[in-house]
């Protein structure tokens, strides 16, 4: 069975500063997504990657993904208030179920 | 362009009782998938319907049963309701994988109590 992991689980930071959030998957897969969920809330879609050396980014956040290493990362940079929530990764594996990781639970100090 | 709206957002049952949720699938998405979200933990796959048809399962009983409708919209079944079925349950919506990103579209979610 496919496990997803993250690192940390929990994660306070001040703002203004910057951290990575680790992604560990255990078997092959091409396609991973980044969502957030705000407490209470549903989850939102972040980022797509689909392929081997994928990158992207919007606003403070970049997320990457090598699929060799079975390994995504999602940065934060300057981080400010607004990005507190829980972030989630999730492997599309056999083409019709994702599996989530554990999740990672951000709180942004002022 | 309409998002996935789930309805009732709120419940509460009492062991043994069932309980049907609905959702109604983003325009022109015609995959929709449940997953169980348990209190600090990550959504968990229930299955996915695509053109009426269950297309796949997750690690879930049989007394967890779901339909799909011609307009896309889905149901989930519950029966025989466990205290440990008390969780979010969401919806989401995709167009199929094979010619799209696979991205899933979460509606808000019905939270459901068993008592």
């Known amino acids: 069975e496919l496990k997803v992991e993250q690192n940390p689980l929990f994660l306070s930071m001040q703002e203004g500063k910057n951290y990575t959030i680790y992604c560990n998957y255990s078997?092959?897969?091409?396609?991973l997504y980044w969502y957030r969920q705000d407490p209470g809330k549903s989850l939102e879609s972040l980022f797509v990657?689909?392929?081997?050396?994928a990158v992207k980014q919007e606003g403070r956040l970049m997320a990457s993904l090598d699929t060799k290493a079975r390994l995504s990362t999602l940065h934060i940079t300057a981080a400010v208030h607004d990005l507190s929530a829980t972030y989630f990764c999730?492997?599309?594996?056999?083409?019709?179920?994702?599996?989530f990781g554990t999740g990672t639970s951000l709180t942004v100090i002022p | 362009e309409t998002g996935v709206t789930q309805s009732p957002t709120h419940l509460i049952k009492t062991r043994g009782q069932q309980v049907t949720l609905r959702c109604s699938s983003q325009?022109?998405?015609?995959?929709v998938s449940w997953y169980q979200q348990a209190l600090g933990q990550g959504p968990q796959f229930i299955f996915q319907?695509?053109?009426?048809?269950?297309?796949g399962r997750g690690n879930f009983p049989p007394r967890f049963s779901g339909l799909q409708f011609p307009n896309y919209s889905s149901e989930l079944n519950v029966n025989a309701l466990e205290l440990d079925d008390s969780a979010l349950y969401l919806c989401?919506?995709?167009?199929?994988?094979?010619?799209?990103?696979?991205?899933?579209?979460f509606g808000e979610g019905s939270r459901l109590t068993v008592l």
């Open positions: 989401a919506s995709s167009l199929s994988r094979r010619r799209n990103t696979g991205e899933l579209f």
């Open positions: 078997t092959t897969s091409d396609r």
């Open positions: 990657l689909l392929s081997n050396g």
């Open positions: 999730a492997v599309d594996w056999t083409g019709n179920q994702f599996y």
């Open positions: 325009s022109g998405h015609n995959t």
């Open positions: 319907y695509y053109r009426e048809e269950e297309n």
